[in-house]
């Protein structure tokens, strides 16, 4: 164990902090972490309007009473306006934050890098509109923005374009290129002015690319890399393999002491997140849970394999209730199962501790897997709906999984089952602590 | 007296909290995973914090998974 603890500090830790700390990496994390209060009231609204239309609609039939009524109505429309303000527009409101983020890892003015990022990702954005009228005839409209640009869809768009307009914005702030004012001006009127020609040239830029890409291929810029990029990328992301080498890269990076989440950020929430907000997309739009686009979401993995944190250690600690005979163990287990309930598990990782602890590597590889593999078979099968809801990561266990599928009585219970079988192999672990212990007792 | 769990990297953990300048930390030993720190302020919660942010704002902290915690 030593020397590959040895090995891990001297070849692999060095990597894992260059890509953690990659500024391009950390700045789409931190403006995925910064758009959640929205991201938040936006699955906040969906949900209350799972149980205020869609459940009463599907047990009553549409158009019933208590759906029809005045107050109920008025909530589903207010939360409709949520959902309009926050997913609705999530890729606005993400590349405001990327493009802030990468300007102040740039060092230069961060408010003028989210505006101009904004700026730039509409100005890729078309700008007229397809409908259909009651005849069947075709009517295009100029001056309108179709919303599935900024939705989920636009995603990877935003990623894509933020990135590129905040870089060239920022390295020629940092190049100079910028009008200069004498001392005397007032800071933001200065700051204002410093970004006039690098946010200039970064919009241009961009308007420029899908000008041209527009004028090639006859498509927006932001169809092409939904088509060409996006959604491959996602489907990719959706096969049981991909799946498994993510649970398993984290379960790993976790034992050796790596914040495992913290490094695979970037595919968790770059791509399992945008999954889940093109399932909520899909949801609202109309789409029945059996028929939406992505079966295996950010918000999956909390839902049926990290109930507790990373490891399933909740069941670790009902099994050291159960099991064990160790006093410290189940001092630590009472001490770790408040916060243990509200998915936060160092006290119990470290308290154990399960890191580099070999009697629990079995377990804390094989549980995830296996509570993978039980869950994604479900999903597959249509034994539950896929997760389609962002949830608070703190959101107890099984509760998690019936919110994050908009009230699905199934997907409480195998969150449950997933839970019995997670304690089932922790605790013959703990039996095989429990012996350990007593053979030392005896030795000595 | 604080204890900083780290399983990897103790030597860097160990060299990053003896610079902090706030307060002064001074390594006293391990057990296991577990660095012992003493500390010259009667504010536990505040050195904890500080040695937590320390480590954090460094590439390799940054990646680390570490507990702190008042011994």
């Not at chain 1, 945008?274 to 950010?298: F, I, K, M, Q």
Request: glycine fraction near 8%; charge should be negative.
């Amino acid at each position: 164990m030593k020397s590959f603890t040895n090995w891990m500090e001297q070849h692999f830790v060095p990597v894992a902090a260059k890509i953690g700390s990659q500024k391009h990496l950390v700045a789409i994390r931190d403006a995925f972490i910064a758009i959640m209060p929205v991201t938040m009231a936006g699955a906040v609204a969906t949900l209350l309007n799972v149980f205020f239309r869609d459940l009463p609609n599907e047990w009553w039939g549409l158009e019933n009473s208590f759906v029809s009524s005045d107050i109920v109505s008025g909530i589903i429309g207010v939360n409709g306006n949520v959902w309009w303000g926050t997913l609705a527009i999530i890729s606005l409101v993400f590349i405001f934050a990327l493009g802030y983020y990468i300007a102040k890892a740039y060092k230069a003015p961060a408010l003028a890098g989210g505006v101009i990022a904004v700026a730039a990702f509409i100005a890729v954005t078309p700008q007229a509109i397809t409908v259909v009228s009651e005849a069947g005839e075709e009517i295009g409209a100029w001056g309108h923005i179709n919303y599935t640009y900024l939705n989920s869809s636009g995603l990877f768009t935003a990623l894509i374009v933020g990135l590129l307009a905040s870089i060239v914005y920022s390295k020629l702030i940092n190049a100079n290129i910028t009008i200069k004012l004498p001392d005397s001006v007032p800071p933001a009127v200065s700051k204002a002015f410093t970004a006039i020609i690098p946010g200039l040239i970064s919009i241009y830029l961009c308007a420029i690319i899908a000008y041209l890409i527009n004028l090639g291929t006859g498509k927006a810029i932001g169809d092409l890399i939904l088509e060409y990029i996006q959604q491959p990328f996602l489907s990719l992301s959706q096969g049981f393999g991909a799946v498994i080498i993510v649970i398993i890269a984290v379960q790993l990076f976790w034992f050796f002491g790596i914040h495992g989440t913290n490094v695979l950020a970037p595919v968790l929430d770059g791509v399992y997140l945008t999954a889940t907000n093109s399932n909520n997309a899909a949801y609202t739009a109309g789409t029945a849970v059996s028929e939406l686009p992505y079966l295996w979401t950010r918000g999956s993995f909390d839902a049926y394999v990290w109930m507790g944190g990373a490891g399933c250690t909740i069941a670790l600690i009902i099994a050291i209730f159960i099991f064990s005979k160790k006093d410290d163990a189940r001092a630590i287990a009472k001490l770790s199962a408040p916060m243990g309930a509200f998915n936060i598990n160092e006290p119990v990782m470290f308290g154990m501790p399960i890191v580099l602890n070999p009697i629990y590597f079995i377990p804390w590889m094989i549980v995830p897997v296996i509570l993978t593999i039980i869950a994604y078979a479900a999903t597959a099968m249509g034994v539950v709906p896929p997760v389609f809801t962002p949830v608070p990561w703190v959101m107890p266990p099984i509760i998690y999984a019936f919110l994050a599928t908009g009230g699905s009585i199934a997907a409480a219970i195998l969150a449950l089952i997933n839970l019995v079988i997670a304690v089932v192999i922790w605790g013959a672990f703990v039996l095989i602590g429990n012996k350990v212990e007593l053979e030392e007792a005896d030795a000595e | 007296m604080i204890i900083i769990s780290c399983p990897i990297k103790q030597d860097f953990v160990i060299e990053t909290v003896e610079a902090i300048d706030t307060f002064q930390y001074k390594y006293e030993g391990k057990n296991g995973i577990n660095l012992s720190f003493s500390v010259n302020t009667e504010d536990i919660e505040d050195a904890i914090k500080v040695a937590k942010a320390a480590i954090k704002s460094t590439e390799v902290g940054a990646v680390l998974y570490f507990q702190v915690k008042a011994a």
